[in-house]
């Protein structure tokens, strides 16, 4: 099984750059543009987590998921979203991270 890495990075960084873009412009507040990559990073999160508690429960029980929909691709093509929309989180709390470490 092999991940759609590109087809999921590519997209959602030229999303952060227009958007990052638009703020910086002032088109788009701070607040709107951090709300936006907010929503999509708890998103992204839920349903990660959400599969991967379906697949536990799945296997702890026996079960099987219906082969139309392969859970386990999805759970790691949501991952890869998930992180790589982390890394924009990263970079915009850096300054705040970077406190935590000192």
Known sequence: MSYDLILIAVPLIVAYILSYA???KNVINKDFH???WN????????VSVGMGIIMTVFMNFGLTVPSSFDLNYW????????FVI????????WSSFKRYFK
């Not at 759970?75 to 998930?82: D, N, P, R, S, Y």
């Open 22 to 24: 638009l703020y910086r």
């Open 34 to 36: 951090a709300k936006i």
């Open 39 to 46: 929503i999509l990073i708890f998103l992204s999160f839920l």
């Open 75 to 82: 759970h790691g093509e949501v991952g890869i979203a998930f």
């Open 86 to 93: 982390l890394l924009f989180h990263l970079h915009w709390n």
